[in-house]
């Protein structure tokens, strides 16, 4: 169970007020997660972050400062985005005890919530990361929650399924592609979509949106990677 | 639907930190609640409060001041306490979901839900004044949620089930007890056993604890709550 726990990430992104950091850490380590990781903040460390900490000071110190959010969900292999907007292109969309329910089972490996900032929230580019994008069910008059609050809510859902929980790696026989190793792929596609004239850079339109969803919902394995990157080289050698 | 949250009044008794009302007023509204009441807190009203309120700046000029526990929920008839410790006298006991799975059943009058000190809870006293108690599920390494987030959780767990719940008076032929009455009745009921000398006021053990047990309950019904202070008032005449 605590294994479990243990390979769920949840990523603060660049949020503004130290004490939201510092009850997070507080409200993963009451339902027993440890991975913290924050995507530039604009103050910490901070005493105001201790503060609010208490007694999870362990998990606080342990926080991963990254510069990107490339960085912190690089080794990542399932990514969930909070999410309050409807958006343009749909993406998958899970209640807060529904995702939970699916983190642990993807947790064969690591993988990550992504929460955004106080204001704003995630932007379009983030949330298109991610493989599924999680609503918590709120008041359609005030959905607003608190950031460290809404940290607590989905740590409280994994913590309550963890209990009766199994990752599931279906017996797949090589390991499923790092988030780091999908964005290199996509890199490549874009590279030669342009290169071939395919892609206009100067009016790219959707196409690259839906072809990293695509992407992201196929969950190549390694060698499936490897594989559509050979093609891609050849196929750029002959244009 | 928000006619039952509405009927669910969340009791801070004893806050330290004007930053956790705040807190918990945009956690209420948050998840569709309206009523908040504070017992006794040691800085209210403090900007503090009203700035991590920042949208339900409603809740919390409406938030209620009490002075005591009884008047916070004395026009209640029914009544849950969070709790972390295990009592000597064994309460009836339930999660977050089933609690709040409950209040909604409970909610054809007012029911409240307390929360207790920042660093030591309810006291045995409190808590007997409940029907229910309740814990939130979390770490046994470190089960210590900060006290707005554990007004986020409970509230998250009620507005999930407010969409299918509906509250079951189950046709009873009198309006229940409120808690101002049960009160009455027992502090009416412990005069009477002290005039009677079967209650040692200098040695009393835990004969009220127990009889306050039973008439929680009980749940009786207002002409019940009548009958028997007649017959404790007949009885005292005797004697």
Chains 1, 2 share one sequence.
């Not at 130290?18 to 103050?43: D, E, F, H, Y």
Request: glycine share 6%; charged share 20%.
């Amino acid at each position: 169970m605590s294994q479990l726990l243990d390979r769920v990430r949840v990523v603060l992104v660049e949020p503004s007020h130290p004490g939201n950091i510092g009850g997070a850490a507080r409200a993963l380590k009451t339902m027993g997660l440890s991975q913290l990781a924050v995507v530039n903040p604009k103050r910490f460390p901070d005493p105001q972050a201790e503060w609010r900490a208490a007694g999870a000071q362990d998990v606080l110190e342990a926080t991963r400062i990254c510069a990107d959010l490339d960085e912190a969900i690089a080794d990542c292999h399932w990514v969930v985005g909070t999410s309050t907007r409807n958006r343009r292109i749909p993406w998958p969309l899970l209640s807060a005890e529904q995702a939970a329910a699916r983190m642990l089972q993807e947790a064969h490996g690591d993988v990550a919530i992504l929460f955004g900032r106080e204001n704003s929230g995630l932007t379009n580019e983030e949330l298109q990361k991610c493989h599924c994008h999680l609503q918590i069910p709120a008041s359609p008059q005030y959905p607003s929650l608190n950031l460290a609050m809404a940290v607590q809510v989905v740590c409280y859902e994994l913590f309550k399924h963890a209990g009766d929980a199994q990752a599931t790696s279906a017996g797949w026989d090589r390991p499923l592609a790092t988030m780091a190793q999908v964005e290199e792929l996509l890199r490549h596609l874009e590279a030669v979509l342009v290169s071939s004239a395919f892609l206009d850079v100067t009016n790219p339109g959707q196409t690259m949106t839906r072809l990293r969803r695509l992407l992201i919902r196929l969950r190549p394995d390694v060698t499936e990677v490897q594989m559509l990157r050979g093609v891609l080289t050849h196929l750029d050698k002959g244009s």
